[in-house]
């Protein structure tokens, strides 16, 4: 049966939706069509073992790319190999899965090895109008380039694998609109720290958010990527933004973006991918970006959002099941009601993941750290998202800046972001990280997290606690 | 995958909202290249002690719900990463069915490739269930996939919706790869049209 197709005015993700649907059954289940597979060593060895289990192929192994990335350790001698096992193992299944199914793959030792949502645009894997899936969460992220972009569990994984197809209900649409433009000070992260704390993890649920709005066209890509990397912390299925002139201009030249005439072709197809005027949205959210303020989180969900400016909430400020929610994430914090964020000791700082490991990220963080040492004592790790933006950054003089401040200048990876590799946090260790998650242990056992922008997070080496950033400027 | 037909059991309750994957399986677990073996490590940090030592206050540590096969948990149950790893701790540990008022999307959908039942209920009726499972051993509950009733231990019949594919392929145990083999011939009809109007993908 082929698929109805909405008629009228339609949203963005209406428009990709319905240019790939394979299959629809009469009770709305689609088959959609996937055009790029990301692949890590994490989430994928038992969907590999399960096709050779079933005897299956990789249906399109072109259009499967695969790096390692949550494993590796990034420190400048991992040439030596993975010291733990486990993490080892997992690295040589990718290893072996990628050659003997015959995907596209990026190893630890190639130099554009790196963050799997960091690595796909930076490669031209992702393009605007695709559908892009991998078996992880941050997959939002490429949304940025207006793709419908999600994450997956490894059943799902193994039935892209073998088909090329998911199996998908459509999800509702929402908008979330930032008028006007950003203060100096306040980035991407902050947008999308300020859009979940006023939606909740769960406020998009079952949705499709459409980031627009002046402040988020006036975002680069690297922002972009930024606040659609963080769709998920509000529990959207993704985040997706229009491609327009900023998007063509970071697309072109990369090395799997179309040339010549197909890319001719391509754009003028890209440049139908907008909302039509009069499409309906099931949830809209509207900011405005002059009300934006540096944030932190200071629990451990990051709707756990205040400005920089505010002191740590009471439990008692809130209601239901979020109260003891509250007192158990200040427990687990070690914070007091009442104190002021910026009196919060940090022992140390995180700068990378795939919310915030890109050039632009680096020379925010640099901007800050330039001519300034890191407090005695810290521990301040910057870890590029691929081995292509640590070149880079080698380049643009920012390694020097970071080495002459007296940070931990490393080599692509996940890294602490989520601590499977060896940087982690030890129990109660307190971190400004530039990553998405606070939760519990997410960055170690006991690990204290506070998710910031780059440039706080530099601020917070800088003065050795919680800072606003506006008074380094 | 294994069928889900009916299922009586002791159901533990888990109040606390916003239960995330990493609080259900810590990442430090995910380094596994298989499907099982997780059951001893479901919700390890809250469960153990930096010792290894069970904290003897977690609800899945208490002799009443040590075999519990069903959890009543609080708003927004497992958000967070997309690691199917946990429904294959909550699987190996015995946990068939979860019941709550919402769940994050993409553990919901991870469920029922597993085996597992997420049933979404109004919050009054979670919270009598709630109620019901702090009881223990003295509240069994029966779940009911093919007449889609959840029977408390009063006797209380409470209903549930759930989507007639899922259903279906719960009940039947079906591989999701099988079938869509099947449309083997849509799917590559489809790819060849798509791949002429954008040969750039
Ligand atoms: S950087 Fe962090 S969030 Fe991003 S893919 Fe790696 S572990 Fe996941």
């Given at each position: 049966?082929?698929?109805?197709?909405?008629?009228?005015?339609?949203?963005?993700?209406?428009?990709?939706?319905?240019?790939?649907?394979?299959?629809?059954?009469?009770?709305?289940?689609?088959?959609?069509?996937?055009?790029?597979?990301?692949?890590?060593?994490?989430?994928?060895?038992?969907?590999?073992?399960?096709?050779?289990?079933?005897?299956?192929?990789?249906?399109?192994?072109?259009?499967?790319?695969?790096?390692?990335?949550?494993?590796?350790?990034?420190?400048?001698?991992?040439?030596?190999?993975?010291?733990?096992?486990?993490?080892?193992?997992?690295?040589?299944?990718?290893?072996?899965?990628?050659?003997?199914?015959?995907?596209?793959?990026?190893?630890?030792?190639?130099?554009?090895?790196?963050?799997?949502?960091?690595?796909?645009?930076?490669?031209?894997?992702?393009?605007?109008?695709?559908?892009?899936?991998?078996?992880?969460?941050?997959?939002?992220?490429?949304?940025?380039?207006?793709?419908?972009?999600?994450?997956?569990?490894?059943?799902?994984?193994?039935?892209?694998?073998?088909?090329?197809?998911?199996?998908?209900?459509?999800?509702?649409?929402?908008?979330?609109?930032?008028?006007?433009?950003?203060?100096?000070?306040?980035?991407?992260?902050?947008?999308?720290?300020?859009?979940?704390?006023?939606?909740?993890?769960?406020?998009?649920?079952?949705?499709?958010?459409?980031?627009?709005?002046?402040?988020?066209?006036?975002?680069?890509?690297?922002?972009?990527?930024?606040?659609?990397?963080?769709?998920?912390?509000?529990?959207?299925?993704?985040?997706?933004?229009?491609?327009?002139?900023?998007?063509?201009?970071?697309?072109?030249?990369?090395?799997?973006?179309?040339?010549?005439?197909?890319?001719?072709?391509?754009?003028?197809?890209?440049?139908?991918?907008?909302?039509?005027?009069?499409?309906?949205?099931?949830?809209?959210?509207?900011?405005?970006?002059?009300?934006?303020?540096?944030?932190?989180?200071?629990?451990?969900?990051?709707?756990?959002?205040?400005?920089?400016?505010?002191?740590?909430?009471?439990?008692?400020?809130?209601?239901?099941?979020?109260?003891?929610?509250?007192?158990?994430?200040?427990?687990?914090?070690?914070?007091?009601?009442?104190?002021?964020?910026?009196?919060?000791?940090?022992?140390?700082?995180?700068i990378?993941?795939?919310?915030?490991?890109?050039?632009?990220d680096l020379?925010a963080a640099a901007a800050i750290l330039?001519?300034?040492?890191?407090?005695?004592?810290?521990?301040?790790?910057i870890?590029?998202?691929?081995?292509?933006?640590?070149?880079?950054?080698?380049?643009?003089?920012?390694?020097?800046?970071?080495?002459?401040?007296?940070?931990?200048?490393?080599?692509?990876?996940?890294?602490?972001?989520?601590?499977?590799?060896?940087?982690?946090?030890?129990?109660?260790?307190?971190?400004?990280?530039?990553?998405?998650?606070?939760?519990?242990?997410?960055?170690?056992?006991?690990?204290?997290?506070?998710?910031?922008?780059p440039a706080?997070a530099a601020?917070?080496?800088?003065?050795?606690?919680?800072?606003?950033?506006?008074?380094?400027? | 995958?294994?069928?889900?037909?009916?299922?009586?059991?002791?159901?533990?309750?888990?109040?606390?909202?916003?239960?995330?994957?990493?609080?259900?399986?810590?990442?430090?677990?995910?380094?596994?290249?298989?499907?099982?073996?997780?059951?001893?490590?479901?919700?390890?940090?809250?469960?153990?002690?930096?010792?290894?030592?069970?904290?003897?206050?977690?609800?899945?540590?208490?002799?009443?719900?040590?075999?519990?096969?069903?959890?009543?948990?609080?708003?927004?149950?497992?958000?967070?990463?997309?690691?199917?790893?946990?429904?294959?701790?909550?699987?190996?540990?015995?946990?068939?069915?979860?019941?709550?008022?919402?769940?994050?999307?993409?553990?919901?959908?991870?469920?029922?490739?597993?085996?597992?039942?997420?049933?979404?209920?109004?919050?009054?009726?979670?919270?009598?269930?709630?109620?019901?499972?702090?009881?223990?051993?003295?509240?069994?509950?029966?779940?009911?996939?093919?007449?889609?009733?959840?029977?408390?231990?009063?006797?209380?019949?409470?209903?549930?919706?759930?989507?007639?594919?899922?259903?279906?392929?719960?009940?039947?145990?079906?591989?999701?790869?099988?079938?869509?083999?099947?449309?083997?011939?849509?799917?590559?009809?489809?790819?060849?049209?798509?791949?002429?109007?954008?040969?750039?993908?």
């Amino acid at each position: 049966m082929t698929a109805p197709q909405k008629t009228g005015p339609k949203t963005l993700y209406d428009k990709i939706w319905d240019a790939h649907v394979a299959h629809q059954d009469a009770d709305g289940t689609c088959l959609l069509y996937i055009d790029r597979h990301l692949v890590h060593e994490v989430t994928s060895p038992q969907a590999f073992e399960g096709l050779r289990m079933a005897g299956r192929p990789v249906h399109a192994p072109d259009k499967t790319i695969a790096v390692p990335d949550h494993n590796v350790p990034t420190t400048l001698d991992r040439a030596n190999g993975i010291e733990n096992e486990e993490s080892r193992i997992q690295v040589e299944a990718l290893d072996k899965n990628a050659r003997d199914f015959g995907v596209v793959y990026y190893p630890v030792d190639d130099i554009r090895q790196g963050i799997v949502h960091i690595v796909g645009p930076e490669q031209g894997w992702t393009l605007p109008g695709m559908t892009v899936v991998c078996g992880d969460s941050h997959t939002a992220t490429h949304g940025a380039f207006g793709a419908l972009a999600h994450g997956i569990g490894t059943s799902e994984v193994e039935h892209v694998l073998a088909t090329q197809t998911l199996i998908q209900k459509k999800s509702k649409n929402m908008k979330v609109e930032i008028t006007g433009q950003l203060q100096p000070g306040v980035t991407a992260k902050d947008i999308t720290l300020a859009v979940i704390g006023a939606t909740g993890t769960a406020g998009g649920t079952g949705h499709v958010i459409e980031y627009c709005g002046e402040a988020i066209r006036s975002l680069s890509m690297e922002g972009r990527m930024t606040v659609c990397n963080m769709a998920i912390e509000g529990g959207a299925r993704a985040g997706i933004i229009a491609p327009d002139e900023t998007t063509f201009e970071y697309v072109t030249g990369r090395p799997h973006a179309p040339k010549g005439a197909t890319w001719e072709m391509a754009e003028a197809y890209w440049r139908t991918l907008f909302t039509d005027e009069g499409a309906e949205f099931d949830k809209v959210l509207t900011l405005r970006a002059e009300d934006i303020a540096p944030v932190v989180t200071w629990g451990t969900s990051p709707e756990d959002v205040l400005p920089i400016t505010a002191v740590v909430p009471n439990p008692d400020d809130f209601e239901g099941g979020k109260v003891e929610a509250v007192s158990r994430s200040l427990d687990y914090m070690g914070l007091k009601p009442g104190t002021p964020l910026t009196e919060i000791p940090v022992d140390t700082v995180f700068i990378g993941s795939c919310t915030n490991g890109r050039i632009e990220d680096l020379r925010a963080a640099a901007a800050i750290l330039k001519g300034r040492k890191i407090k005695e004592g810290m521990r301040v790790m910057i870890v590029p998202g691929s081995g292509l933006v640590r070149e880079q950054a080698e380049a643009e003089g920012l390694a020097d800046i970071f080495r002459d401040a007296g940070a931990d200048w490393r080599l692509a990876g996940c890294s602490m972001c989520l601590a499977m590799n060896p940087d982690q946090l030890a129990p109660q260790e307190r971190c400004a990280s530039t990553s998405n998650r606070n939760f519990e242990s997410r960055q170690g056992r006991g690990g204290r997290t506070h998710l910031v922008s780059p440039a706080m997070a530099a601020a917070a080496a800088v003065t050795g606690r919680l800072t606003d950033v506006r008074e380094m400027m | 995958m294994d069928k889900f037909e009916k299922l009586t059991g002791i159901a533990a309750p888990m109040p606390l909202v916003n239960i995330d994957t990493d609080m259900i399986i810590p990442k430090q677990f995910l380094k596994t290249i298989k499907r099982s073996g997780l059951g001893k490590n479901l919700f390890d940090e809250m469960r153990y002690d930096q010792n290894g030592n069970e904290i003897a206050d977690f609800v899945l540590n208490k002799p009443a719900y040590r075999k519990a096969e069903i959890i009543v948990a609080g708003d927004n149950f497992g958000c967070g990463s997309s690691r199917e790893h946990a429904p294959w701790a909550l699987l190996d540990f015995g946990i068939r069915c979860v019941i709550s008022t919402s769940f994050a999307d993409i553990f919901y959908n991870n469920c029922f490739k597993n085996g597992i039942l997420p049933i979404k209920l109004p919050k009054d009726q979670v919270d009598a269930l709630m109620e019901d499972a702090e009881r223990g051993e003295n509240a069994r509950i029966t779940v009911d996939l093919e007449s889609q009733t959840i029977s408390a231990s009063d006797g209380t019949e409470i209903h549930f919706d759930i989507d007639p594919f899922r259903k279906h392929c719960l009940l039947n145990g079906l591989d999701d790869i099988a079938l869509t083999l099947e449309k083997k011939s849509a799917i590559e009809t489809f790819e060849q049209a798509y791949q002429a109007r954008m040969p750039w993908v």
